[in-house]
């Protein structure tokens, strides 16, 4: 028996071919929902880009050479004021530690009202719930624009800022944490006749610590990305210097100290890295 | 005689246990000190004193006795009067700009979406040389990998204040660095999904002698698609938010507004874009939920 070659087979045979197996072939219907998609993406990305006045774009004017030049060329570095951008690093680093740490700290008690195994409750539960989704739902960088208003200019409000949006997110994490935990452990100590603060302490945080340290840890690490940005609104740390400088039309500078933020960031991501593996690493031994 | 045998077992095992623990504390002992230690400065270099803490807190509470409306209840839903003016407590007065919110919420969600499809589209095509197995040589690898990097590691309002400085304030540097952003981000997701893809298409590919493109096309591609759509309506939840903000530099969409009300007054209008702003994002988390669950659901069961 020989395989049959493309041009060996009949119409005879492809007709029939179509007519037993008619889902292997292309039908209009099926091309149109195929590339009607593709062709309604690019026109609406073409129309948008024409809404969005994408002409702007290729206007460059002398502004823009003069931006780009100074990221690249970086003139009288001695009167950069290093102290001033240092420290607003510092400042930076703080905010994410004392705004995670609140948070960690606020969330170990919302977290338990939240779980559905601790408060039986309902409608305090839901109140509660509902409570951290606005939290939650009002983005870090509009905090922070409502507690500047609120507090003043500075790192207080960043804290804040971070702090309350953290509470959302964490204490939601943390709850989920706890409903999550194995009821046989919590039982086996309760059985040995332990006192509640006994099951809680070999029952519970057991169970629970590991998840609560790792995402702390996570969120001391985004937190300390997004509190860089936190100072364009003026709530402290390096984005308030960020955004002085753009003001008073010092790019080199500008382009130094996102320099510096970019290090900063991937220097966190890499020890955040280690520190994780460590402490989750370290629990299980 | 040795130790093992004058302690006996249980002796031996008490031994052993006191060692682990003194070694448990001074490790502990050496973590809190270093945790103080982050404190104590932490709390100096941002001055994050208690008497700050303790003046700010009531001043916290008033700001937000101001955004809240005044509704009064006899008038709650009164409309308009035939000189167009709006009764003071109702929902018409406190919502005196609303259609001006409505036109910024359009435009915010449009900056998304233009600003997802076209991250997406700059991800695809650098997923296929940023991942590890596919990559035709190391240093196109190498090049596509760093370059998502820094997309991704710059944040997105600092690109936009750039865009603005650059291309003058306006949605466009709104929607440019948001899309420049979700590409490093994308990028480096779509790269994972195929790193993780069967290799057995591709070679039954190569082994037919098809070009690289045609690999990654009929080898990759229909492997990797449901992944990637997923991950681009997430992406698309996060970049609603973040075009939301993004007006804060003057970008564009309802951030602008958001900014300027609460730069600018203390009223109620703060709490009226507010709340028109987190049922937004609500609302486009639901619906690209929905989209999601039902496009993987399909994917699975076809």
């Known amino acids: ?285 | 005689m040795s130790d093992q045998t004058a302690l006996g077992a249980v002796g031996l095992f008490e031994k052993h246990r006191a060692e682990l623990k003194a070694s448990k504390r001074t490790m502990n002992l050496i973590m809190l000190a270093a945790f103080l230690v982050c404190l104590a400065l932490s709390v100096y270099i941002s001055q994050f004193y208690p008497e700050r803490l303790a003046n700010g807190i009531p001043r916290i509470f008033e700001y937000f006795g101001t955004i809240i409306p005044n509704l009064q209840w006899e008038v709650l839903f009164e409309g308009r009067t035939e000189d167009g003016r709006a009764v003071a407590g109702s929902i018409t007065y406190w919502y005196t700009d609303f259609w001006t919110y409505v036109t910024l919420i359009w435009e915010t969600i449009l900056m998304a979406i233009t600003a997802t499809l076209i991250g997406t589209a700059v991800a695809f095509v650098l997923s296929f040389p940023a991942a590890a197995n596919l990559a035709p040589n190391s240093w196109i690898y190498w090049i596509s990998r760093r370059f998502l990097e820094i997309c991704r590691g710059i944040p997105e309002i600092l690109l936009a204040l750039v865009f603005v400085f650059m291309i003058g304030i306006g949605p466009l540097a709104g929607v440019i660095a948001i899309a420049i952003h979700s590409a490093g981000a994308l990028g480096k997701l779509f790269a994972e999904v195929n790193e993780n893809a069967s290799a057995r298409p591709v070679e039954g590919i190569t082994a037919v002698g098809g070009t690289w493109v045609q690999k990654m096309a009929y080898g990759v591609v229909p492997q990797v698609t449901p992944n990637f759509v997923s991950y681009a309506l997430l992406r698309f939840e996060v970049n609603v938010r973040a075009s939301s903000i993004i007006g804060f530099v003057g970008a564009g969409g309802i951030g602008q507004e958001l900014n300027r009300v609460i730069s600018f007054y203390s009223d109620d209008r703060v709490l009226a874009v507010l709340i028109l702003v987190v049922l937004m994002v609500t609302l486009i988390d639901l619906l690209s939920e929905r989209l999601r669950l039902g496009y993987i659901g399909r994917e699975n069961f076809a």
């Not at chain 1, 804040?160 to 944490?177: N, P, R």
């Not at chain 1, 302490?201 to 690490?221: A, D």
């Not at chain 1, 080199?252 to 955040?272: E, G, H, P, T």
């Open chain 1, 1 to 285: 028996m020989t395989l049959a070659t493309v041009s060996a087979v009949s119409d005879a045979e492809i007709a029939a071919i179509r007519e037993s197996h008619p889902g292997v072939f292309d039908t209009p219907g099926k091309l149109i929902k195929r590339w009607g998609l593709w062709v309604v993406a690019i026109v609406y990305v073409l129309w948008s880009l024409w809404f969005f006045d994408i002409a702007r774009f290729f206007e460059t004017s002398d502004r823009v050479l003069a931006l780009l030049r100074a990221f690249v060329v970086w003139e009288d570095m001695a009167t950069w004021q290093y102290a001033n951008i240092y420290r607003g690093i510092a400042e930076t680093l703080a905010m994410a530690f004392l705004g995670t740490l609140l948070g960690t700290l606020g969330a170990l008690v919302v977290g338990f009202l939240a779980a559905r195994n601790i408060v039986t409750f309902a409608p305090l539960r839901q109140l509660v719930r509902r409570f951290l989704d606005i939290l939650r739902g009002i983005d870090q960088l509009v905090w922070g624009l409502v507690f500047v208003r609120a507090v003043g200019l500075g790192p207080l409000a960043g804290v804040l800022a971070i702090f309350v949006s953290d509470l959302g997110t964490l204490s939601k994490l943390y709850s989920e944490a706890i409903e999550n935990i194995d009821r046989k452990q919590v039982e086996g100590v309760k059985s040995t006749g332990a006192r509640p603060i006994q099951v809680i302490r070999y029952g519970y945080l057991p169970q629970i610590l590991p998840v609560f340290i790792s995402q702390s840890l996570y969120f001391l690490e985004s937190n300390t990305r997004s509190a860089t940005i936190l100072g364009i609104v003026g709530a402290g740390g390096i984005g308030m210097i960020i955004i002085e400088r753009f003001r008073a039309s010092l790019y080199d500078q500008v382009a130094f100290v996102v320099l510096n933020v970019l290090i900063l960031i991937f220097a966190i991501d890499w020890l955040s890295k280690r520190v994780r593996t460590w402490a989750i690493g370290a629990q299980q031994d």
